[in-house]
């Protein structure tokens, strides 16, 4: 039985995965960022030509399926990184940022 996923989990095993390959040199703050633009592009690039219809759909096809779900782990990975070396904690910052939402943007 494996064990829940969760952030803290994750960025764990990113820094492991780095460390065993001695990158975190190399993983300061611009290079993630620039890293997570790649990444974001590419992801942008399956999209970039399809109709909004077939945007919805681009799960269906089990080839393209497997590149969104890898471009999006990509950013994934990045985005974690870099909050790992800021020292921000994704979630909370993300909650903090749906509370201003919130505030500014209100329901009608």
């Known amino acids: 039985m494996t064990e829940p996923l969760d952030v803290a989990k994750l960025q764990r095993?990113?820094?492991e995965?780095?460390?065993a390959r001695n990158w975190q040199p190399y993983h300061t703050p611009k290079n993630l960022v620039a890293a997570l633009s790649v990444e974001?592009?590419?992801l942008v690039e399956i999209f970039q030509?399809?109709?909004p219809e077939e945007s919805a759909d681009v799960m269906a096809d089990p080839d393209t399926a497997h590149r969104v779900t890898d471009e999006v782990?990509?950013?994934l990975a990045?985005?974690?990184q870099l909050c790992?070396?800021?020292g921000i904690d994704p979630l909370a910052a993300l909650d903090a940022k749906i509370d201003r939402n919130e505030r500014r943007?209100?329901?009608p």
């Open 13 to 15: 095993r990113l820094a």
């Open 17 to 19: 995965f780095a460390a």
């Open 40 to 42: 974001a592009s590419e």
């Open 49 to 51: 030509w399809l109709t």
């Open 73 to 75: 782990a990509d950013v």
């Open 78 to 80: 990045y985005l974690l």
């Open 84 to 86: 790992e070396v800021l």
């Open 105 to 107: 943007f209100p329901a």
